[in-house]
């Protein structure tokens, strides 16, 4: 799956010039997808209720190999388009099949090295297309090689369909359990599920602008060689990866809370190198220490989603966070585009540094409005 998130950042410069469309038209591809996204991740609950986690997986798969391939065959821009979309829906079903299932039945542990696999796939994207495009071949190349993969994907899901059982889908009561019993409104009740929620919107963006927008700023407002920007970004992908298998231990032996706040005072710091650059080296290192510190958050936090608002919510809720991530990684991007097409892509560094602090101040926000709830409920009860 990580193989489509890292080739959109290298290719955009190439796509853009065969559609013929401006530097901030990226935000109409991202905002289609976003729409469907929402859609299906804002449902996700109910589906894996309905057709069960197994066989929503395997249409998940199907979904991105055909629009992968779509996008690799594109004619126009508004086929593009179409096609980005489709593929954002196979990839929300699997993305929220997954984090569900790992959230509810597995640890914050193996949730980290999950990420990790996603990580290792968009560390090895951006290298693949950069070489295509040294290479004098077409961006194209790069969607070929993500729409066999999600092909291989399906039959994979396909062979083990039956193996994802979810708690609520193995209770043989005639009553429903109670993950299954709650709803979309009681779910939505929760101050702290609406700050968690703008949470994963914030963090998830700033994930995405850290990987969308550097190779443009390093290539063409600061003169970087294009095949060391490429490798950079890989790299950037790459420190998400090593952090995800490197908090995945850590998380065994640490608490949680202290942990993703030194994370945070080390992505604000990572962001202020890409802004001030004091010179391209620690730059490009600003931006590497950006991923690693922004890796365990979307994991860490997903994974105790069932503990801190119950497992009742937890389908529900986690299928909101997706809804969240997708919304942060369309939204976020999108209007920093905006910005650095109207006053200079410098402005990216800035943007990104703003968007470090918002996530810090929002976790603590998150932390406090989640204890007095708690605190609330156990009087209640």
């Known amino acids: 799956m990580g193989l489509f998130a890292g080739v959109l950042g290298v290719a955009w410069p190439s796509m853009r010039l065969d559609f013929g469309v401006s530097l901030d038209a990226i935000g109409a591809l991202l905002l289609f997808s976003m729409f469907v996204s929402l859609a299906v991740s804002f449902s996700s609950g109910r589906l894996i209720a309905t057709i069960g986690l197994g066989t929503l997986l395997v249409i998940g798969g199907v979904l991105g190999a055909l629009s992968f391939l779509g996008n690799a065959l594109a004619p126009s821009w508004w086929t593009l388009i179409l096609m980005a979309a489709m593929a954002s829906a196979g990839v929300s079903i699997i993305n929220t099949g997954l984090n569900t299932y790992f959230a509810i ?50 039959v994979l899901f396909f062979l083990t369909r039956k193996h994802w059982p979810l708690p609520e889908q193995e209770s043989t009561e005639t009553e429903a359990s109670p993950a299954q019993r709650a709803s979309y409104k009681d779910s939505l009740k929760q101050v702290a599920v609406w700050l968690s929620l703008l949470l ?124 969240a991530v997708r919304l942060g990684i369309a939204v976020v991007p999108a209007l920093v585009g905006v910005w650095a097409n109207a006053d200079g892509l410098e402005v990216i560094g800035p943007a990104m540094f703003v968007i470090a602090i918002a996530v810090v101040l929002l976790y603590e926000l998150t932390l406090r409005k989640s204890a007095v709830e708690k605190y609330a409920t156990s009087k209640v009860s």
């Open 105 to 154: 039945v597995s640890t914050a542990s193996l949730m980290n090295w999950l990420h990790a696999g996603f990580g290792l796939g968009a560390t090895i994207s951006p290298i693949l297309v950069t070489v295509v495009l040294s290479s004098d071949r077409s961006w194209r190349w790069g969607y070929v090689v993500v729409a066999v993969s999600f092909a291989v994907l399906s």
């Open 200 to 323: 994963f919107f914030t963090f998830t963006g700033l994930e995405n602008t850290a990987s969308q927008w550097p190779y443009v700023l390093f290539t063409d407002a600061r003169a970087v060689d294009p095949v060391i920007a490429g490798l950079w970004v890989s790299i950037y992908w790459a420190s998400m990866t090593v952090g995800r298998l490197f908090f995945g231990v850590v998380v065994r032996y640490v608490d949680t809370t202290p942990l993703i706040r030194s994370c945070g005072a080390a992505m604000v710091s990572g962001a202020a190198l890409v802004w001030l650059n004091p010179n391209t080296l620690l730059s490009f290192l600003g931006l590497v220490l950006i991923g690693f510190s922004v890796s365990p958050f979307f994991p860490v936090l997903a994974s105790e989603t069932p503990k801190r608002l119950g497992l009742a919510n937890a389908a529900n809720i986690l299928g909101f966070q997706i809804t």
